[in-house]
Nanobody, 123 residues
Framework: QAQLVESGGGLVQAGGSLRLSCTSSGRPFALHAMGWFRQAPGRDREFVAGISRTGANTQYADSVKGRFTISRDNAKNTVYLQMNSLKPEETAVYYC????????????????WGQGTQVTVSS
């Protein structure tokens, strides 16, 4: 199974931006839909954004539409999450995940997860 490694998390002020990256060590990356999820302390893991194998289709949680953008570069085996206008309530560990073929918003349908990267948004 491919290893997924997230990076780009950190501390940012409310209203600021971060770009997360997730790189896969396995092949073939291009045959997997990718998702970003987040989990705050004491809360369930929630879907943030997802992207199809080719990047032609994307989905977003309503709470991040218009502020977050998911993209992928299959030549680099990497998926990105650009996060703008961040809010304190979006402080969480952000995870990328992979599943074969089709995009899904359901965490249990993803078979491969990264270790997560902490995003902290200060008020």
């Amino acid at each position: 199974q491919a290893q997924l490694v997230e990076s780009g998390g950190g501390l940012v002020q409310a209203g600021g931006s971060l770009r997360l990256s997730c790189t896969s060590s396995g092949r073939p990356f291009a045959l997997h839909a990718m998702g970003w999820f987040r989990q705050a302390p004491g809360r369930d893991r929630e879907f943030v954004a997802g992207i199809s194998r080719t990047g032609a289709n994307t989905q977003y949680a309503d709470s991040v539409k218009g502020r977050f953008t998911i993209s992928r570069d299959n030549a680099k085996n990497t998926v990105y999450l650009q996060m703008n206008s961040l809010k304190p309530e979006e402080t969480a560990v952000y995870y990328c995940a992979a599943r074969p073929l089709t995009l899904s918003t359901i965490a249990s349908q993803y078979s491969n997860w990264g270790q997560g990267t902490q995003v902290t948004v200060s008020s």
